[in-house]
């Protein structure tokens, strides 16, 4: 007899957090329900509505574990008695536990019954820490019932932990559960269950399908192991325990290589809960911050350094009490230079820094990952002064942070600047195109001189939230270098790895990714396909390799990948704690010895504890609510984003930019719009266009333009924003404001962005009304100035030819030009409003500083930089007061010609 599956259902409004999604609609059934006790003549309307909010909870309710869909079939059994009464006062107490204590309401023996305080309810739900395990297996009411009762009494007064099970019975079910519940932290996975769902939902659908191909070219058809890849592909922080039914019966490595654990069904229930509960405490633990806590609550007589340790000569102090009544006792009583005691030494970590440095490589898919205290900055030069030597040729975006320049002058190696595509409507830069760096390197062999080329170096995500495809850029470089080194700058990307969909454009997912493809014989067969394939073109002409998607030769390419984070911007750690993680295949052999002197060069020998306290928080909260947090802060840009653009108020003096307006449609061959509710998790070809696309970008990056307004960004953000609201942002352009949504965004902080935004456009409204015709006129041009006539934005010109090691190729002699300027006698100043004269007289301006607008705090000009017109003029529009290196009473700072005419002779 030949099945028919059910309908694939759409998920309402096509929502990233599920959970909010879900609150959302109880609360508008318990507002229903109020008014139906109040407007009883309306209760054919409310009774509709109420349905309507039920009918969306459904499918949800069954992935997670409170309050389910008995509280769907308890409303509607209210409903049908007429008791409204009863029905108003359940739904209140179930908004307060929602709301509260989420699925851990789900702990309490009977959370309904009216006669128990709801504050003690919620205070003996909170006392321990709350998780769900999902249970994939098609278990009977009975045997689900069973299981729960032997779950709980393997629970002992011991456990810190405390959890539900929440069973599903088919693979599809399981994902859209993984999907939908950030609270799960574990899945019991039965060996072999169904794989389709009786309520499917089309986005799932999709993702199972996908997998169920590639199942099949593997010759795998148990569902349990499949299901495990699928969560591990999608949440690679939970722990997978695979159980099947009879003993003796073994899965294959690979199987197993994707689950902690395996058991059996006769296995005894209090081994299968200690497991769980030991596999959550691994992430928990934080060893570095444990152990700074524990020594913060031992007596300690201090006779080293550090007068503040313990407080005393703050708390003992006549004058500076006001200290510590502010910070508190626990920062002092934890401030301290001893490297014993439980704690480590950064500088050569052998125990709880360690250990924490080992937990953030598991959590942020890395070989190994380093501590820093100096902020990214001190990272990028790190990583760029052990990697590269005096020569070495560095591919660089212009844009990236100015770190990474003065790291090269540090290494003496010649960078190329590579130019990212300019918005000019908006007066800053993009991303750099794949085709400008394969460009580059064609060039490069083709002068024979492929093999100097040490380091690609690019910023994941932009400052303005473009989002390369590491994995397609790492495949097509290495088909033309298969030694090539990569730097990502993921300063800003930090939070990457918590969600699915951004980890797949963060570096250390590419880098393994990569390892396991070129490791794979499926991809030996693909590239030998390929390159027969690609033969048969012109490969003796680069613009074959230029225009032509490249792949790999398996035997060649080499994995070498760094990633820079800077966790405080996007993750809870306090300011300066940032991260270094590699991928390199080859650390060992060749980087480490170079790696730890540079480290040593640039790591302070007083590391601040708290900051590394905080990486190693960080790091716990990554594994632990990332995804969910992450979800939220999607969901609260989204909502932002459709705000502006459906509201007539807001739209008609603001829009939010979409990725048409920031990314050129060759690199988006696949449309993303993030205007209306597709978002990134609605139909399936938008999640593939994020997957797919050369560039995209981060919907939390809400680049607001504000021409309209008739005020530049910088003024709105001062007078508007800022002055009147108290709303800080992220950066701003001549016409725009940059915000951003992340982990610690508030509901309340968006309704007051909104309403803040709904005040200045009312305000304009009612200035308009009551201008005159001249002040309409002057507002209207100023709008257009804004709006049109930007100043153009300059490519990198060149360096000049006394700072070209080789005139065939762009790179430049950085560090010549920068220690050259260390003589004050080398280096004049050209006052900005006479540089376009004297260029226009044929006078040759070379840049002896950088210079750099702050922020975004990427170069204008390096030293040795030839300075063009294109780049006076745009100087001369900025609107920026932070510009280092350029001081408006000098001018510019620029070579002398005979200095220059010196140089072209001589080595510095």
């Given at each position: 007899?030949?099945?028919?599956?059910?309908?694939?259902q759409?998920?309402?409004?096509?929502?990233?957090?599920?959970?909010?999604?879900?609150?959302?609609?109880w609360?508008?059934?318990?507002?229903?329900?109020?008014?139906?006790?109040?407007?009883?003549?309306?209760?054919?309307?409310?009774?509709?509505?109420?349905?309507?909010?039920?009918e969306?909870?459904?499918?949800?309710?069954?992935?997670?574990?409170?309050?389910?869909?008995?509280?769907?079939?308890?409303?509607?059994?209210?409903?049908?008695a007429?008791?409204?009464?009863?029905?108003?006062?359940?739904?209140d107490r179930?908004?307060v536990l929602?709301?509260?204590?989420?699925d851990?309401?789900?702990?309490?023996?009977?959370?309904?019954?009216?006669?128990?305080?709801?504050?003690?309810?919620?205070?003996?739900?909170?006392?321990?820490?709350?998780?769900?395990?999902?249970?994939?297996?098609?278990?009977?009411?009975r045997?689900?019932?069973?299981?729960?009762?032997?779950?709980?009494?393997?629970?002992?007064?011991?456990?810190e932990?405390?959890?539900?099970?929440?069973q599903?019975?088919?693979?599809e079910?399981?994902?859209?559960?993984?999907?939908?519940?950030?609270?799960?932290?574990?899945?019991?996975?039965?060996?072999?269950?169904?794989?389709?769902?009786d309520?499917?939902?089309?986005?799932?659908?999709a993702?199972?399908?996908?997998?169920?191909?590639?199942?099949?070219?593997?010759?795998?058809?148990?569902?349990?192991?499949?299901?495990?890849?699928l969560?591990?592909?999608?949440?690679?922080?939970?722990?997978?325990?695979?159980?099947?039914?009879?003993?003796g019966h073994?899965?294959?490595?690979g199987?197993?290589?994707?689950?902690?654990?395996?058991?059996?069904?006769?296995?005894?229930?209090?081994?299968?809960?200690?497991?769980?509960?030991?596999?959550?405490?691994?992430?928990?633990?934080?060893?570095?911050?444990?152990?700074?806590?524990?020594y913060a609550?031992?007596?300690?007589?201090?006779?080293?350094?550090?007068?503040?340790?313990?407080?005393?000569?703050?708390?003992n102090?006549?004058?500076?009490?006001?200290?510590?009544?502010?910070?508190?006792?626990?920062?002092?009583l934890?401030?301290?230079?001893?490297?014993?005691?439980?704690?480590?030494?950064?500088?050569?970590?052998?125990?709880?820094?360690?250990?924490?440095?080992?937990?953030?490589?598991?959590a942020?898919?890395?070989?190994?990952?380093?501590?820093?205290?100096?902020g990214?900055?001190?990272?990028?030069?790190?990583?760029?002064?052990?990697?590269?030597?005096?020569?070495?040729?560095?591919?660089?975006?212009?844009?990236?942070?100015?770190s990474?320049?003065?790291?090269l002058?540090?290494s003496?190696?010649y960078?190329?600047?590579?130019?990212?595509?300019?918005?000019?409507?908006?007066?800053?830069y993009g991303?750099?195109?794949?085709?400008?760096i394969?460009?580059?390197?064609?060039?490069?062999?083709?002068?024979g001189?492929?093999?100097?080329?040490?380091?690609?170096?690019?910023?994941?995500?932009t400052?303005?939230?473009?989002?390369?495809?590491?994995?397609r850029?790492?495949?097509?470089?290495?088909?033309?270098?298969?030694?090539?080194?990569?730097?990502?700058?993921?300063?800003?990307y930090?939070?990457?790895?918590?969600y699915?969909?951004?980890?797949?454009?963060?570096?250390?997912?590419?880098?393994?990714?990569?390892?396991?493809m070129?490791?794979?014989?499926?991809?030996?067969?693909?590239?030998?396909?390929?390159r027969?394939?690609?033969?048969?073109?012109?490969?003796?002409d680069?613009?074959?390799?230029?225009?032509?998607?490249?792949?790999?030769?398996?035997?060649?390419?080499?994995?070498?990948t760094?990633?820079?984070?800077?966790?405080?911007k996007?993750?809870?750690?306090?300011?300066?704690?940032?991260?270094?993680?590699?991928?390199?295949?080859?650390?060992?052999?060749?980087?480490?010895?170079?790696?730890?002197e540079?480290?040593?060069?640039?790591?302070?020998?007083?590391?601040?504890?708290?900051?590394?306290?905080?990486?190693?928080?960080?790091?716990?909260?990554?594994?632990?609510?990332?995804?969910?947090?992450?979800?939220?802060?999607?969901?609260?840009?989204?909502?932002?984003?459709?705000?502006?653009?459906?509201?007539?108020?807001?739209?008609?003096?603001?829009?939010?930019?979409?990725?048409?307006?920031?990314?050129?449609?060759a690199?988006?061959?696949?449309?993303?719009?993030?205007?209306?509710?597709?978002?990134m998790r609605?139909?399936v070809?938008?999640?593939?266009?994020?997957l797919?696309?050369e560039?995209?970008l981060?919907?939390?990056?809400?680049?607001?333009?504000?021409?309209n307004?008739?005020?530049?960004?910088?003024?709105?953000?001062?007078?508007?924003?800022?002055?009147?609201?108290?709303?800080?942002?992220?950066?701003?352009?001549?016409?725009?404001?940059?915000?951003?949504?992340?982990?610690?965004?508030?509901?309340?902080?968006?309704?007051?962005?909104?309403?803040a935004?709904?005040?200045?456009?009312?305000?304009?409204?009612?200035?308009?009304?009551?201008?005159?015709?001249?002040?309409i006129e002057?507002?209207?041009?100023?709008?257009?100035?804004?709006?049109?006539e930007?100043?153009?934005?300059?490519?990198?010109?060149?360096?000049?030819?006394?700072?070209?090691?080789?005139?065939?190729?762009?790179?430049?002699?950085?560090?010549?030009?920068?220690?050259l300027?260390?003589?004050?006698?080398?280096?004049e100043?050209?006052?900005?409003?006479?540089?376009?004269?004297?260029?226009?007289?044929?006078?040759?301006?070379?840049s002896?500083k950088?210079?750099?607008?702050?922020?975004p705090g990427?170069?204008?000009?390096?030293?040795?930089?030839?300075?063009?017109?294109?780049?006076?003029?745009?100087?001369?529009?900025?609107?920026?007061?932070?510009?280092?290196?350029?001081?408006?009473?000098?001018?510019?700072?620029?070579?002398?010609?005979?200095?220059?005419?010196?140089?072209?002779?001589?080595?510095?």
């Open positions: 007899m030949t099945t028919v599956d059910p309908p694939v759409a998920m309402p409004d096509a929502h990233i957090n599920t959970a909010q999604l879900r609150f959302d609609h609360a508008r059934v318990r507002e229903a329900a109020h008014h139906l006790r109040s407007d009883p003549d309306a209760e054919e309307r409310i009774l509709a509505e109420i349905e309507h909010h039920l969306v909870l459904a499918p949800y309710e069954s992935f997670f574990t409170f309050p389910g869909h008995d509280a769907i079939e308890t409303v509607r059994r209210l409903l049908a007429r008791d409204h009464d009863l029905l108003a006062e359940h739904l179930l908004e929602l709301s509260r204590l989420g851990a309401a789900a702990t309490l023996d009977d959370p309904f019954d009216l006669a128990l305080d709801i504050d003690d309810l919620v205070a003996e739900a909170s006392r321990l820490h709350y998780f769900t395990v999902l249970v994939a297996d098609s278990l009977t009411p045997q689900l019932r069973e299981m729960r009762r032997e779950m709980k009494d393997a629970r002992t007064h011991e456990d932990f405390v959890y539900e099970l929440l599903v019975p088919s693979v079910d399981a994902v859209a559960a993984t999907t939908a519940n950030p609270q799960i932290q574990a899945a019991w996975i039965h060996g072999d269950l169904p794989l389709r769902s309520h499917p939902l089309a986005v799932i659908r993702r199972v399908d996908a997998a169920l191909k590639f199942e099949k070219l593997l010759g795998v058809y148990q569902h349990g192991p499949m299901l495990a890849r969560i591990d592909d999608l949440r690679p922080e939970l722990d997978l325990y695979l159980t099947l039914d009879a003993e073994l899965i294959d490595a199987e197993q290589s994707q689950v902690n654990r395996i058991f059996y069904r006769r296995e005894h229930p209090s081994e299968m809960h200690m497991t769980t509960l030991d596999g959550v405490r691994r992430r928990y633990r934080t060893p570095f911050f444990d152990a700074l806590k524990k609550q031992r007596p300690i007589g201090n006779f080293h350094a550090l007068p503040i340790a313990r407080g005393n000569s703050v708390f102090s006549a004058w500076i009490q006001d200290m510590a009544e502010f910070y508190g006792e626990q920062i002092f934890a401030e301290t230079s001893s490297t014993v005691g439980g704690l480590d030494s950064l500088l050569s970590p052998t125990g709880t820094l360690r250990d924490a440095q080992e937990a953030a490589a598991r942020f898919g890395a070989k190994e990952t380093y501590f820093a205290t100096n990214t900055s001190t990272s990028n030069k790190i990583v760029v002064q052990a990697l590269c030597q005096p020569g070495d040729v560095v591919l660089i975006d212009r844009d990236c942070h100015k990474h320049h003065y790291g002058v540090l003496d190696a960078p190329v600047y590579l130019d990212a595509y300019p918005l000019p409507d908006f007066g800053f991303a750099v195109p794949l085709r400008s394969k460009e580059q390197l064609l060039a490069f062999r083709r002068e001189r492929l093999s100097e080329v040490r380091m690609l170096l690019l910023t994941n995500c400052f303005d939230g473009i989002v390369y495809n590491p994995l850029v790492m495949q097509e470089v290495l088909a033309i270098k298969p030694d090539m080194v990569f730097l990502w700058d993921e300063a800003w930090a939070f990457a790895q918590s699915p969909t951004y980890r797949r454009r963060n570096a250390m997912w590419a880098a393994a990714t990569l390892r396991t070129l490791d794979s014989p499926d991809y030996r067969a693909q590239y030998a396909d390929w027969e394939w690609f033969d048969t073109l012109d490969p003796d680069d613009a074959t390799w230029r225009d032509t998607p490249l792949l790999p030769d398996p035997d060649t390419a080499q994995v070498r760094y990633a820079t984070q800077s966790t405080h996007s993750l809870s750690a306090l300011r300066q704690g940032s991260m270094i993680h590699h991928w390199d295949e080859h650390f060992a052999s060749d980087v480490a010895e170079s790696f730890h540079a480290y040593f060069t640039h790591t302070t020998t007083s590391p601040n504890y708290q900051i590394l306290a905080s990486l190693d928080l960080a790091r716990r909260q990554v594994e632990l609510e990332g995804y969910g947090r992450m979800s939220n802060a999607i969901q609260m840009a989204l909502v932002v984003r459709e705000q502006v653009a459906k509201d007539p108020l807001l739209n008609r003096y603001f829009s939010i930019l979409d990725p048409a307006d920031m990314i050129p449609e690199y988006r061959p696949q449309e993303l719009s993030y205007r209306d509710k597709a978002g609605g139909p070809e938008v999640m593939e266009a994020f797919t696309n560039l995209v981060d919907p939390t990056r809400l680049t607001l333009y504000v021409a307004t008739g005020r530049s960004g910088d003024a709105f953000k001062v007078e508007e924003l800022m002055n009147r609201f108290g709303i800080q942002v992220n950066k701003t352009a001549t016409n725009t404001v940059l915000l951003m949504t992340n982990i610690g965004t508030t509901w309340s902080a968006i309704d007051n962005l909104l309403a935004l709904r005040d200045v456009a009312r305000t304009l409204d009612e200035k308009r009304r009551e201008s005159s015709p001249a002040e002057l507002f209207d041009r100023e709008v257009e100035r804004l709006s049109h930007l100043p153009p934005l300059p490519d990198f010109s060149e360096f000049h030819a006394a700072f070209r090691p080789h005139p065939e190729t762009p790179e430049g002699d950085i560090r010549k030009a920068f220690f300027a260390y003589d004050s006698d080398n280096h100043y050209v006052p900005l409003g006479e540089a376009l004269a004297q260029l226009g007289a044929g006078r040759t301006l070379v002896s950088f210079v750099i607008p702050y922020p990427f170069p204008v000009l390096v030293p040795g930089q030839v300075i063009s017109p294109a780049i006076v003029e745009f100087m001369q529009g900025l609107a920026i007061d932070e510009i280092h290196g350029y001081r408006p009473e000098l001018g510019l700072a620029v070579f002398s010609e005979k200095a220059l005419a010196e140089a072209a002779h001589s080595e510095v």
